[in-house]
């Protein structure tokens, strides 16, 4: 240790001072873990200091960095402390962006926590409880986007003006003790340590009569020193693993000492006392026991100066980074990494928004074509893991640039099936995700099921499968490429009381709608699946941005006056898929998921009853109107045709 | 051939009747290649008969069937007739539907094409132009999604009421004709032919001097047999290669010789005409000779009875199927499978649309994020041929969800470059596109290089390229995730006179809009690269729906009054990256593309002058409203707000 293996032989005219082993910060994964959920679910743009707590003992190996360690528990100040560990108090400054992470004051910092301990100790706060004496500094910066951390970290310590002369070098606690004493003094700190109720006493005064060693708390000094004269140990427990230096600690109970009882002191015995357990052993020999001749300084009533930022790993004054985005496992990265760009809506945004609901929903789509595959992808945006598809088709050469989930390797050999094709790209963008996919037919009125025992026995199975199917989910999508296959789904999602998001296209047109719910809980089916007439004089009368009840919203067939039926025979190749303007089902998609979110938003849910949005029947035609001839279907339109 | 092999002992008290094998149709790829492609481009729907060209000849080795052969080249009148063969005139009828391709009547369409044919032959013009006899039908259904051509083929031939009567079983020509009278039968036939300028004789006659053969055409008739006793050889050029019958064409041929002169023939001799060229060798040897009773019925002047209508595989009255999918090359199948989906708007909904506008539009995307790959998605879906891509960035974990063209795999051990892996997904996509991606950084005003040589070096090849790249393409699409990002491509876009569409996402709110130029055509850069005042009197007082001239349209920088500098610096994590709605970027990015689209279609183009739009800044206010607290930025907003 470069800092304090500095002069080792006194100048001839002066004694050598004292030098210490300053800490080593030792920030666990779990700390940082743990500071990202904070940050993320609870501190937000918040930069407020925060109290956190860390701890150090003598465990490591001779030679090694004195360690205070934070780890998973360190936001947690009700958090018991490990055996044998002695907690410290810190503050951590977490800083919203690097940059202020860089300019931040850092000296201030220092003298604020410097005068903090100071007026401890002049108080006799620190001498009534010395852990006080630990305290520490955080300044951190979380790059959570790259899963990089800045820090630094300071133990502040009181100096005084003129160090501490040496008396006598550090020489281990043995040569010094006997055996006998050695267990007699570790017998008593352990007595102590239990009476107190603590894993380790900090600071802690020794005094021995012949084989018997006795030890006390700092406040009752007067007790157990009541002669003046009398020789004094004062204790440090030390996390320092070096045999001629003592550790951090025993700065700030040397400031404490000279100011509370330097008038009386001269020579003063120090013990860091070293408590380890190794490979089962219990130790304490390997403390240190020096002299210091104690510095007749008349401390004055300014705080001394502080030091205590910690070097960087380059030896220098610096920030430290940990990048732990290498040491996480992928797939944990993956699902932390889409969490976090959802958390970050609510820090400023939209601070009430509700993301359990959204995450937490399970969605059904019916459809796994141009716009399955857009819903799906905005899903998964939301951060939605339930997802499930149904489709009967297969992947196509023609599907791939317009449905984003395949791919021209999908199309061979006859293509995929677009359900299960779609299931398994939604796992390799994201492992997270829980899809599945269903190759399967939904029953359509207006195509008869030919009365042949293994027909009739597979259109029951469809009907049973898909009614198991919007049963398990809570929001289903409508997502097909005919009308009358939509209407089965919306009866069995309406008597189930789910909520039903339908979206269809057109050439530049679209409409994206939710399906209503009557108020009275019974199932009642017909044309309608939803049963609310089309065209009542609620609805009749109100404007997009009125609130309808959600009870009095129809369903996609209340608002057409064509009963379902087959409207895929006799089509023309250009009548037979939806010809839309390529962009369009990407733009419906979309909507209807944040439909979605902003019903599952609203305080009443979608089962009762609430204000919100009908129907969003809108189109590209702002775009077409450079169209040269804009196709007949928009001239006519204006924005009241479009709404209603 | 069962059609031919029936009766081959005559019935005791009549004479066997002649029997014909009827043609196979033989429509190869080209030909439904080409009928794709006209349906596609140039019938679309319409179903009106078409005229189209087919031939015959004796090529095939003995025992096979009588092709009548339709290829690529049938569809054009005028396209030369291969050597050797004769060719057939036939009409067809492509119907939009399967529905209407079963419904079809077909026996009304063959009782049209026999009174045409019994139309030409009372007319005399048949004699005149024998050829005209040869007539065909082919009815098809063309499912150019799945590639399955469903057709069915009809030879016409009209029926004499009692058949003909066979008086001497055909013969091969060498058993009757010397080796002398062959040679010259092969002269005679090939001096008419190169005199008549035609490949092949349908139809002729022929009479023998000895070891001299001569030859003439129908309409000679009265010359060539001066002598109503002499003996009358009529000559066929026969497709079959059945040696005991003739083929079907020999059938019209019989017709027309009974309506014209059947009152003066008793006994005809009939040539099979059958010329082969085989391993370079010309035969005309294998062709078969027989005598028949001239059937003695006065035609009435009503149509006889046709018949036509090819059997199917399974040797029943039905249609035919071919599926080319099969035997088509992926690649191209993929190509013109996506090129079908964008040529079927041009059916119906917009005639007009110039599809070669926008699939040749070389489009440069700056930024291959959430924008970048959901528009790179819109233009693939577009046909856009030709996409670039470029960014600095590499995929993170939080990406994919997002971020269409990524997966997980990309994000690990660091993530690829994104501008590299975004070209790559798109040919994976769509192995037709030529994507290309440049990791590069664009340099940004606010953002200073460090004045050492390295730096300064890779900014002036950072700009070199990116002008380089900007000049390459014709759409500049500005995707990136900061404003001063936009700048220099703003400029240097607007002084190549690119058209740039600029997309850029709030959290729920986002712009679209397209660049302005200027109208002089001289470079003028400058602080607003379009150097067009913000806020000028025309545009205050135009609204979204009016025509505002392209030239007085600004730049997203003439929108905004603040200089663009470094908006990264000092940003918090939620501020870093764009948060937003995760459906907005699909939605930008869709209308971006059909921003683009729309603007190559106006008849102007983008260079001149023409009205359009300017600017979208659209919200999903309309989603955010039954969020419990909106947003604070969308309850001051007004419709006059969102536009301007």
């Known amino acids: 240790m470069a800092q304090a293996a500095g002069r080792q032989s006194p100048p001839a005219a002066e004694l050598p001072k004292l030098q210490f082993v300053p800490f080593s910060s030792a920030l666990d994964a779990g700390f940082w873990h743990e500071l990202t959920q904070k940050k993320l679910n609870e501190y937000k743009l918040d930069e407020s200091p925060k109290m956190i707590k860390g701890y150090y003992y003598n465990g490591d190996p001779a030679g090694m960095p004195a360690r205070l360690t934070l780890e998973f528990s360190a936001f947690d100040m009700n ?69 990089r951390f800045y820090y630094w970290f300071c133990y502040p310590a009181l100096c005084l003006p003129e160090g501490i002369p040496l008396v006598q070098q550090p020489v ?79 700065r700030n109970l040397l400031v404490l000492a000279t100011q509370q009882w330097g008038n009386r002191l001269h020579i003063v015995e120090v013990i860091c006392f070293r408590d380890r357990t190794m490979q089962g052993a219990r130790d304490i020999s390997h403390s240190i026991i020096f002299e210091i001749k104690f510095p007749q300084v008349m401390l004055s009533l300014d705080c001394p100066k502080a030091v205590g930022w910690e070097k960087n790993q380059k030896g220098s004054m610096g920030p430290r980074m940990v990048n732990l985005s290498e040491c996480m496992d992928p797939k944990r990265l993956a699902e932390s990494s889409v969490d976090l760009n959802l958390k970050l809506m609510c820090w400023r945004l939209v601070p009430t928004l509700d993301l359990e609901k959204v995450v937490s929903a399970k969605c059904l789509l019916l459809g796994a074509g141009t716009l399955g595959c857009s819903v799906a992808r905005t899903l998964m945006g939301w951060g939605v893991r339930k997802i499930t598809f149904v489709d009967n088709a297969k992947i196509s050469y023609s599907n791939p640039v317009r449905q984003p989930l395949y ?12 359900a299960l094709a779609a ?87 679209f409409v994206v709608m939710r399906h209503g719910l009557k108020r009275p809980k019974h199932q009642e089916v017909g044309d309608s699946p939803c049963n609310n007439p089309a065209g009542s004089a609620d609805l009749l009368g109100s404007s997009l941005f009125s609130n309808i009840p959600g009870y009095k919203l ?91």
């Not at 007790?223 to 009398?230: G, I």
């Not at 069995?492 to 039903?500: E, G």
């Not at 006056?561 to 037979?576: E, H, I, K, Y």
Request: one cysteine or more.
């Open 554 to 644: 129809g369903c996609y067939f209340c608002n057409d006056v064509v009963a379902p039926g087959d409207s895929t025979r006799d089509r023309t190749l250009d009548q037979q898929c939806t010809v839309s303007r390529p962009g369009l089902a990407m733009i419906a998609g979309a909507l209807a998921v944040e439909l979605m979110v902003s019903i599952l938003q609203h305080p009443e849910g979608f089962e009762v009853f609430y204000p919100g949005l009908i129907m969003f029947f809108l189109s590209v035609w702002l775009l077409t109107s450079v169209l040269p001839v804009p196709p007949k279907s928009l001239t006519s339109m204006n924005e009241k045709d479009l709404l209603f």
């Open 407 to 418: 791919e021209f390797e999908d199309c061979l050999g006859g293509g995929k099936s677009k």
């Open 79 to 147: 958090a018991p402390t490990p055996a044998h560990c002695c907690p410290a108090v810190g503050t951590l400054y977490n800083t919203n962006t690097l940059e202020s992470f860089k300019s931040c004051d850092k000296k201030f910092l220092l003298e604020q926590a410097a005068n903090e301990i100071w007026d401890l100790i002049k108080s006799g706060d620190a001498i009534e409880n010395p852990v006080l004496l630990n305290r520490f500094l955080l300044l951190t910066f979380a790059d959570l986007k790259r899963y």
């Open 423 to 509: 299931a398994d790209r939604l796992q390799k963008i994201f492992p997270g995700v829980n899809a599945e996919g269903f190759n399967m037919s939904i029953p359509m009125p207006g195509h008869p099921v030919n009365f042949s025992e293994v027909t009739m026995e597979q259109a029951r199975k469809d009907v049973a499968q898909l009614e198991n199917l919007i049963e398990m989910h809570d929001i289903i999508f409508l997502l097909m490429d005919t009308r009358e296959s939509r209407w089965l789904p919306a009866v069995i999602a309406a008597s189930k009381r789910k909520l039903v998001i339908n979206a269809a296209l057109g050439f530049d047109t």
């Open 172 to 250: 281990c606690l043995a040569t010094r003790f006997s055996l006998i004493q050695i267990q007699s003094l570790q017998s008593a700190y352990d007595e102590l340590c239990q009476k107190e109720g603590l894993t380790a006493l900090p600071y802690f005064l020794i005094k021995c009569h012949d084989d018997s060693v006795l030890v006390s708390l700092l406040k009752n000094w007067d007790d157990f020193f009541p002669d003046p004269k009398q020789k004094v140990t004062l204790a440090v427990y030390d996390p320092c693993n070096f045999a001629q230096y003592p550790g951090w600690p025993l």
